[in-house]
C-alpha cells in the first residue's frame, strides 16, 4: 500500500506539472521533468555519486552523475544504467564504458523527445562537464555521426578518451524505436593528443534489442 501511495503521487506531481508547463498533459515530458527534480535532490545527498541515493523509497535507479552544457544552460542528472525503465526518468550511463569522470571512453544515452533532444542543437566547439564519483571533467565537442545499432558495436571503454552522448535518431520519428542512433563526440580538454587520443573514423555503439531512446 505504501508503494502504491507513492506511485500516486509521483503520478499526481507529474500531472500538475504538465498542467503548469502547458504541456496539454503529455505524460512522458511531465514524468521526466519531475524525475530530473527528485534526481536533483538525491544526487545532493549522494556526494557527487559517491554515495546510492534513491530518488525515491522504491526506485531501482540511483543517479552516478551530473551532465552540463553552459551554452544551452542544460543541468541533466545521470542515473546508474541504461536500460529501458531508467530512460524514462532521465539519461543512463552505460555500464560497460567508462565510469563518468574516469579516463576512458564514457556513454551516456537518453530519449530523444525528452532529456536529449537538444543533442541537435550541440555543435564543435560546444563545451560539456560532467561531473562524476571519479571528480569532474570538461569535454569539447569535435562533431556527430549517425550510427546504424544493428551493425555496430561499442568500443572499449580504454579505446579512446572521451564522451559519446547517444540518442534515437532521426528526431522527428514518428514511429519510435529505429536502429539509427544519433552520437555526439566529444573529446576531453585540457590534454595534450599523445593523452587524449582521437574518436575512429568509423565509430561504433551498442544497442539493446527493443530498447527505445
Known amino acids: 500500500m505504501k508503494r502504491q501511495r507513492g506511485w500516486r503521487w509521483l503520478m499526481f506531481g507529474a500531472l500538475m506539472l504538465a498542467a503548469g508547463l502547458g504541456l496539454d498533459g503529455v505524460w512522458i515530458h511531465a514524468k ?3 524525475a530530473q ?28 552523475a551530473r551532465l552540463s552544457v553552459p551554452r544551452l544552460h542544460r543541468d541533466l542528472i545521470v542515473l546508474d544504467g541504461d536500460n529501458g525503465q531508467a530512460l524514462a ?3 543512463g550511463w552505460t ?18 523527445d525528452t532529456q536529449f533532444r537538444f543533442l541537435q542543437m550541440l555543435w564543435p566547439g560546444d563545451r560539456l ?14 562533431g556527430h555521426r549517425i550510427l546504424d545499432s544493428r551493425h555496430e558495436r561499442i568500443p572499449a ?10 540518442t534515437c535518431y532521426p528526431f522527428d520519428a514518428i514511429v519510435p524505436g529505429g536502429p539509427l542512433r544519433y552520437v555526439v563526440q566529444a573529446s576531453r580538454m585540457n590534454l595534450n593528443k599523445a593523452t587524449s587520443g582521437s ?15
Open 95 to 112: 555500464s560497460g564504458s567508462a565510469a563518468p569522470g574516469s579516463h576512458g571512453l564514457s556513454v551516456i544515452s537518453a530519449h530523444r
Open 199 to 213: 574518436l575512429p573514423e568509423s565509430g561504433t555503439i551498442a544497442d539493446r534489442p527493443g530498447q527505445n531512446l
Open 32 to 34: 521526466a521533468a519531475l
Open 129 to 142: 562537464h560532467l561531473e562524476g564519483p571519479h571528480g569532474g571533467s570538461d569535454y569539447r565537442v569535435i
Open 157 to 166: 571503454a580504454n579505446s579512446m578518451d572521451g564522451l559519446w552522448l547517444v
Open 89 to 91: 526518468f532521465g539519461p
Open 37 to 64: 527534480l527528485l534526481l536533483a535532490r538525491a544526487w545532493a545527498r549522494s556526494d557527487h555519486g559517491r554515495e546510492t541515493r534513491r530518488p525515491w523509497p522504491w526506485a531501482d535507479i540511483a543517479p552516478v
